[in-house]
Each structure stands twice: as structure tokens, then as C-alpha cells.
């Protein structure tokens, strides 16, 4: 009888890398867990993925790359001069959040560590609702990407995205019939105690339970604003209420970047 598949997760600690793991670890692979510190805004991310990992009893390890931060100019996440950017990721001002190459470094230090482990697989949540405005998230590039992991090493390691086809709402449902602990997830660029509810990941993890029709366990600031679906299944943030219902501080509305 063959040995379980050893792969190797690229883990954010958010709710596809998480609900990615749970998924792997029921088909039967041998999981690992990777996070990654590039100096993010966001590095509570990795506090999340560390309990998770624990929790759920699979091996977690940091690549602190925190020395490449400065490399990282002229994204939000990266650079504590740009803001965080609120609303939808159909709006233009979302490539602020795009940090260079970020999937490929992290991917890399993720082959690295399968090489070493002679590991079979590296696996990550890319997914049908991933957005045109991040490049490294385009299937073309990670089939070119999967190519050069193939030839990497005498040990060949293959890329897996098995939710390549499916949207953050079927994700979300998938994740939620696995018991994945949604609350203990994290999404949120800002990287505050709460999520703030209006970034772009805020609003596509909300819009994602309302479409699922799951309750969303997430503990969001008091100030997010109101979003419901239109009848395309498409999120609608109304900036004049916040998610309570109550009127909006006028300097939290749209435009207005205080959440950090």
C-alpha cells in the first residue's frame, strides 16, 4: 500500500489556504504548512495561521523574509506610506494591495522546503474568484510557474491548486461541511485587532458567506459599512450605514482610508 502524498501548503492563516489545508488533510495527504513574513501590514495573518495549524495538529513553519520588505515599494500591505484601499476589488484603486511577485516568492521558499522534505506536492488556494488586477494570480502564470517548480530539482515536486475552479462561495461551503474554524481565519489587510470590514478581502469574504448562505462568524469593526447582494450575487457596500445598521461616522465612509 502506497504512503500518503507529502504536501507542502502555502498558509496564510486565511480562509482559502485554511479551509485548502482541511481539504488536502480528508484526501489523504500528509500536510505541512508554510507561512510566510515579507514584513506584511497584515502580519497577525500569521498568528491565525500558527493557532490554526496547531489546533488541527499539522507541522507550521515561518520563512521570515522580512529583510526583502523594502524590495516591496508602492503596495499597500508593504509600504506603511500607501493606504489601504476600501471597497470592492472591481475598483481601480485596489493595485495598491498588489505586492511584487509575492506568489512566486512565496511559492519558491515552498518548493524549497519540499525539495528538502522530498515532499510530492506544494499546494495553494488559488481559486476562480482570484482578481485580473494581481498577475501572479492568472492561471498562465502559475502553469508557467508549475513548469519551472517541475524542473527545480532531481526530486520533482509538483503544483496543485484544486480549487482552481471554484469561487470564494464554494469555498466557503466546501469549508464549512469540513468544520473549518472560519472564526479563527483571517482575511483582513489592515491587520487590526478586528476585521475592518471594508477592504477589498473584507468585502469579498463577506460577500462570499452572504452568497453561500452561511453565517459569518467573523468579528468585524463596529464602523464596517452595510453590505447586501444584488440579484446578481454581486456584494453592494452601502458607505451611508454601517453593518449594525446605524448611520456612518462621516470619516469612515468611502474614500476616507481610517481603519489602519
Same mark, same amino acid.
Given at each position: ?42 502580519? @497577525? ?12 495538529? @499539522? ?41 511584487? $511577485?509575492? $506568489? ?16 510530492? $506536492? ?57 468544520? @473549518? ?37 467573523? $468579528? ?41
Amino acid at each position: 500500500m502506497s504512503s500518503a502524498l507529502k504536501t507542502v501548503v502555502t498558509f496564510s492563516g486565511g480562509l482559502d489556504s485554511t479551509t485548502l489545508m482541511y481539504y488536502l488533510a480528508k484526501e489523504g495527504h500528509q500536510v505541512m504548512a508554510l507561512g510566510v513574513d515579507y514584513g506584511q501590514r497584515h502580519r @497577525v495573518e500569521l498568528v491565525h495561521a500558527k493557532g490554526i495549524a496547531r489546533d488541527f495538529g @499539522v507541522p507550521y513553519e515561518i520563512a521570515d523574509l522580512r529583510g526583502i520588505v523594502k524590495l516591496l515599494g508602492g503596495s499597500s500591505q508593504t509600504d506603511p506610506t500607501v493606504p489601504v484601499p476600501l471597497g470592492h476589488y472591481a475598483e481601480e484603486s485596489m493595485k495598491q494591495t498588489v505586492v511584487p $511577485n509575492r $506568489n512566486m516568492i512565496i511559492l519558491a521558499v515552498a518548493t524549497a522546503w519540499a525539495i528538502s522534505e522530498h515532499a510530492d $506536492n506544494v499546494a495553494y488556494a488559488a481559486h476562480a474568484g482570484d482578481h485580473a488586477i494581481y498577475p501572479d494570480c492568472r492561471p498562465i502564470f502559475a502553469d508557467a510557474l508549475a513548469h519551472a517548480i517541475d524542473l527545480a530539482d532531481w526530486h520533482r515536486v509538483q503544483l496543485i491548486r484544486p480549487f482552481l475552479k471554484k469561487t470564494k462561495a464554494d469555498i466557503v461551503r466546501l469549508g464549512g461541511g469540513l468544520g @473549518v474554524p472560519f472564526g479563527q481565519t483571517w482575511s483582513c489587510y489592515q491587520g487590526s485587532e478586528r476585521h475592518c470590514g471594508a477592504c477589498g478581502t473584507c468585502v469579498e469574504r463577506r460577500e462570499a458567506f452572504l452568497v453561500a448562505d452561511l453565517d459569518d462568524p467573523t $468579528n468585524y469593526e463596529a464602523a464596517a459599512p452595510w453590505l447586501e447582494l444584488d440579484s446578481d450575487g454581486h456584494a453592494l457596500i452601502d458607505w451611508s450605514r454601517t453593518t449594525q445598521g446605524k448611520p456612518m461616522p462621516a470619516p469612515q465612509r468611502q474614500g476616507v482610508q481610517t481603519f489602519a
